[in-house]
C-alpha cells in the first residue's frame, strides 16, 4: 500500500469496513482514470466497490476518498462517478472539492493515463 494512503489510514483509524472501502473505491477509481475519461455512474461505482451495494451507500465512501486525495494532493478521482439521470457529479462533490468536476475528471485522466505519474493504492 502506497505510504501517504497507510499514513492515512493510521491517522483516521476508520472502523475496519469504512477502511477497505476507501482503499477498495480508490483502486477501483484509480483504474477507471486510467482507462479513459469516461465517467461511471454511482450504481455502476456500488456494484464495482461491492456486488448488490446501494447506489447511495457510496455517498461517505466518496468523500473519504475525496478528502483523503484532497490531503494528500492526490488527483481527485470522485468526480468520475456521476448519477445516471444527469451526467453530473453531486452536491457532494463540491462539498470536497471546489474544482469543476469536468477539469477534476481531465486532470486526473491525464495523470492516470496519459502521463501515468498519478500516484497508486498499490504502490509501494
Known sequence: MHPDLQAHLDRAA???????????????????????????TYGEFAELLQPGLAPVATARTLEDIGQFCNQAAWPNVTCFVVSAATGECSAG????????PGVARDAAWLSYAAYKNAPLVDQP
Open 93 to 100: 462533490f463540491s462539498k470536497i472539492s471546489s474544482d469543476d
Open 14 to 40: 476508520l472502523p475496519p469496513d469504512r477502511a477497505r472501502r476507501l482503499v477498495d473505491g480508490l483502486r477501483v477509481l484509480q483504474q477507471i482514470a486510467s482507462k479513459g475519461d469516461r465517467p461511471i
